[in-house]
Structure formats: structure tokens, C-alpha cells
T-cell receptor
Framework: DQQVKQNSPSLSVQEGRISILNCDYT??????FLWYKKYPAEGPTFLIS?????DKNEDGRFTVFLNKSAKHLSLHIVPSQPGDSAVYFC???????????FGTGTKLQVIP | GAGVSQSPSNKVTEKGKDVELRCDPI?????LYWYRQSLGQGLEFLIY????????KSGLPSDRFSAERTGGSVSTLTIQRTQQEDSAVYLC???????????FGQGTRLTVV
């Protein structure tokens, strides 16, 4: 049962344009959401997070939007840079004594 | 170092042998997670520790897999009688508390031949 879904396995974007990575979840108990970036041969690194009490969180070129009614979140990267090329994982947790559940990842390629 | 450390970084083993993977989390982090990533797949949850106890071990694929954590710190993941389908990168992560931002190690690449 995949509780966190990233339906697009890959995405190609031109440098300077906006990258939008999407994530859907099924567990209504999730209240904290995270995005991780993973380069080949490295462990994932934390990128940005959002609590369910917010609908938007911004950090530089990265913005995460949360639509609780749709159980959907998205990561926007503006402007996209070649160094952003990586696999992006969406993750969620329900706080308290709970694990973090990851999606299957979206491979982003930013074309120079 | 200050990050999550995993050893070995690479392990090649023969089918049927046992292997032990080690994770040193960030000091003071109470939560510790094991994940694995098979070729072309996403992050598959294996087990979660809070302190020395494992409230969620639902991701362990079979009874050949076990994990323990001692002293609220180091964790070992043991795979008995390895099979070729166990080949994957095994990732360990720790976080200050449950559900919070996790910091990952670089992983152990296990190859079963």
C-alpha cells in the first residue's frame, strides 16, 4: 500500500524555467511533509518541509505547496538550474511516534 | 564526522552467506531508520527505531532480516542467508525525534552474487 505517491518517474525542464514536482498521499493522518534530493551514489539530503497548518513554504528558489483537501503537495523550483538535476523524494509523517514514509521519487533533469 | 556514518560502503557476498551492516547515527538523534533502494526503485522502508526499541518493523521483507540498536546509538542490520534479490543500497537515517527531518548516510551497496 503506497501511502505516498509520485506518479511521474521523470521530468525534463529547460534551464531557467520552472520545475514542478508533484506528490499525492492517501493517509489523512499525515501532518508533516518533506522533500529530499538525491544525487547518484549519495544518500538523500533534506530540502524543504511543510507542516499541515500551512499551505505554502518558501526557501530561496524552492517552494512547497500543500493542498490538504486534495491530499496533494508540490515542489516548485524557480529558476531551475543544471545542478538541480537529481531524484526528488516526497516524504510524509504523522508526527508523534511515527516513521517517515517516502514516495518512489521523480528524476529531474534540467537541460542547459 | 558529524553526519550519519554507514559501514561498509560496499559489500559483495556470496548467496547464502550472512551479512551485517552498521549505522552510526548523529549523536543525540533518538530516531533511526533503515531503508533500501533497489535498482530503479524508490526508497523502501525497512524498520524504525525510537531509542533502542523498534515500534515499526513492518518493512522487513522476511525473517532473514533483523536489526537491533544498542545504547540508543549504533544500529546493525543483519541479513541471513542472503539472496540475489537482497542486492540493493541500504540507507540509514537518523533524526532528532520521530517524524522530523532525517539525515541520511551514504548507504551500503550490497551485491549478492
Amino acid at each position: 500500500d503506497q501511502q505516498v505517491k509520485q506518479n511521474s518517474p521523470s521530468l525534463s525542464v529547460q534551464e531557467g524555467r520552472i520545475s514542478i514536482l508533484n506528490c499525492d498521499y492517501t493517509n489523512s493522518m499525515f501532518d508533516y511533509f518533506l522533500w529530499y534530493k538525491k544525487y547518484p551514489a549519495e544518500g538523500p539530503t533534506f530540502l524543504i518541509s511543510i507542516s499541515s497548518i500551512k499551505d505554502k513554504n518558501e526557501d530561496g528558489r524552492f517552494t512547497v505547496f500543500l493542498n490538504k483537501s486534495a491530499k496533494h503537495l508540490s515542489l516548485h523550483i524557480v529558476p531551475s538550474q543544471p545542478g538541480d538535476s537529481a531524484v526528488y523524494f516526497c516524504a510524509a509523517s504523522s508526527g508523534g511516534y511515527q516513521k517517515v514514509t517516502f514516495g518512489t521519487g521523480t528524476k529531474l533533469q534540467v537541460i542547459p | 564526522g558529524a553526519g550519519v556514518s554507514q559501514s561498509p560502503s560496499n559489500k559483495v557476498t556470496e548467496k547464502g552467506k550472512d551479512v551485517e551492516l552498521r549505522c552510526d547515527p548523529i549523536s543525540g538523534h533518538t530516531a533511526l531508520y533503515w531503508y533500501r533502494q533497489s535498482l530503479g526503485q524508490g526508497l523502501e522502508f525497512l524498520i524504525y527505531f525510537q531509542g533502542n526499541s523498534a515500534p515499526d518493523k513492518s518493512g522487513l521483507p522476511s525473517d532473514r532480516f533483523s536489526a537491533e540498536r544498542t545504547g540508543g546509538s549504533v544500529s546493525t542490520l543483519t541479513i541471513q542467508r542472503t539472496q540475489q534479490e537482497d542486492s540493493a543500497v541500504y540507507l540509514c537515517a537518523s533524526s532528532p525525534g520521530p517524524g522530523q527531518e532525517a539525515f541520511f548516510g551514504q548507504g551500503t551497496r550490497l551485491t549478492v552474487v
